[in-house]
């Protein structure tokens, strides 16, 4: 099921830092998500996954499969193998908050935020410097970025992005809310001013994520 929310992982039996990612799909055999940090394959990582504040982290332990990249960024497309949940119980708590996901999804489709990666050009109005990041999500009021550089925040901001699967450019006014800066550096979009084309190609692109996972 395609998911968008934040996971934290470690990497098992090491002292290192909790490193925040964003997720892509989660179903009962492991978790997709969106890293910069190389992860070898057989990498034992310690999860924190949650999703939409609904709830306590699910915690899990998994193993790295594979790791690829996406878009022209820096970004790393992440598969990591849920281990630990042979027993009927654990995995019964992992189906279980599955099903409250896919269930808040389908009743409250306009506050959904799905996963889209794709490289996101930004720049300050009126002026001509162009800079470069790639969305992680995106729903009806704004979007999640992964930032390679600095992104000024609480001021108006033009954003520029292609949907995937379709070259259309669409742009947006838009401004940053939030940042967070670790490993990976996000921010988060709120879109100001949006058309209702675009308004309505967002909503397309969520009605076609929930209807692919049913």
């Known amino acids: 099921m395609a998911i968008s929310g934040e996971a934290t992982y470690r990497i098992a039996q090491t002292l290192s830092l909790p490193v925040t990612v964003l997720t892509r799909e989660m179903n009962r055999d492991g978790l997709h998500f969106v890293t910069t940090e190389k992860l070898n394959p057989g990498t034992v990582l310690e999860l924190k996954i949650k999703i939409l504040n609904m709830s306590e982290p699910f915690e899990v332990q998994g193993k790295v499969l594979w790791q690829r990249k996406v878009s022209s960024q820096f970004l790393l497309d992440t598969f990591v193998e849920f281990l630990g949940l042979s027993d009927s119980a654990a ?63 609480n001021v108006p901001l033009d954003f520029s992005f292609a949907f995937p699967g379709n070259p259309a450019v669409c742009s947006v006014a838009g401004q940053v809310v939030w940042k967070s800066r670790g490993q990976t550096n996000f921010a988060g979009v709120k879109f100001l001013e949006v058309p209702p084309a675009l308004k309505e190609i967002i909503l397309e692109y969520i009605d076609k994520s929930i209807k692919e996972e049913q």
Not at 109 to 135: N, Y
Request: charged fraction near 30%; include cysteine; glycine fraction near 6%.
């Open 91 to 153: 995995e019964h708590k992992l189906l279980a908050y599955i099903s409250r996901i896919a269930e808040w999804k389908t009743v409250n489709r306009e506050h959904v935020r799905c996963p889209m990666i794709t490289d996101v050009t930004w720049k300050l109005p009126g002026r001509p410097e162009a800079h470069r990041a790639a969305s992680g999500d995106i729903g009806r009021a704004g979007m999640k970025l992964f930032l390679s550089e600095d992104i000024p925040q």
